[in-house]
């Protein structure tokens, strides 16, 4: 008796092992390429300028403002290059009231827009703001900040409302 021999028992089977290796490390270099990419689409960024006319303009334009809008437990401290601002800005005691104490227990950010609205009458040019908190701080108390910072609702001569930017340009930061 013969045995009849199978043509599928002379092919070997298709090794795929390798092929599975090289697809799980291109997952893994897209994931990780991905996640560095947003963070860097995130944080608002700007190089540094280098070179004579700039640094002349940047002189003649006047100090930077350095404004800093910090959430505390209290209230918002508001301060710039020179110390804080406010009614009281000779002061510099760390353990002074903020620049917008609360207002029953919430934060007022109304008084802080109205507060970055005369400073921004001060510097017209500025953009920039640095955002800080308190770790414990909610996510939508950072949120409703960074809206009170960027721009105001004002009345136009016709009577309509018009937005007017502030200081658009936010940067964020934890305070220590």
Do not use: W
């Not at 910090?70 to 508001?78: D, E, L, P, S």
């Not at 921004?120 to 939508?140: C, G, H, M, R, W």
């Not at 009345?155 to 200081?167: A, I, N, V, Y």
């Amino acid at each position: 008796m013969r045995r009849r021999v199978n043509a599928e028992e002379h092919m070997g089977e298709l090794n795929i092992v390798p092929y599975l290796d090289v697809v799980v490390n291109l997952v893994m270099f897209m994931l990780l390429s991905m996640t560095g990419l947003i963070s860097l689409g995130v944080l608002n960024v700007s190089a540094p300028r280098i070179g004579g006319e700039a640094a002349v303009a940047a002189a003649a334009e006047g100090p930077k403002l350095l404004l800093t809008v910090a959430i505390g437990r209290q209230g918002f401290y508001v301060a710039g290059a020179g110390g804080v601002l406010g009614s009281d800005a000779n002061n510099p005691d760390l353990n002074r009231p903020p620049t917008v104490p609360l207002k029953g227990g919430r934060y007022d950010y109304a008084a802080l827009t109205d507060q970055l609205v005369k400073i921004k009458e001060q510097y017209p040019n500025e953009t920039q703001v640095i955002l800080s908190a308190d770790p414990d701080v909610l996510y939508d108390t950072l949120v409703q900040t960074m809206d009170a910072c960027r721009d105001v609702v004002v009345k136009t001569s016709d009577g309509g409302m018009e937005r007017k930017p502030l200081f658009f340009d936010v940067s964020l930061s934890l305070i220590g």
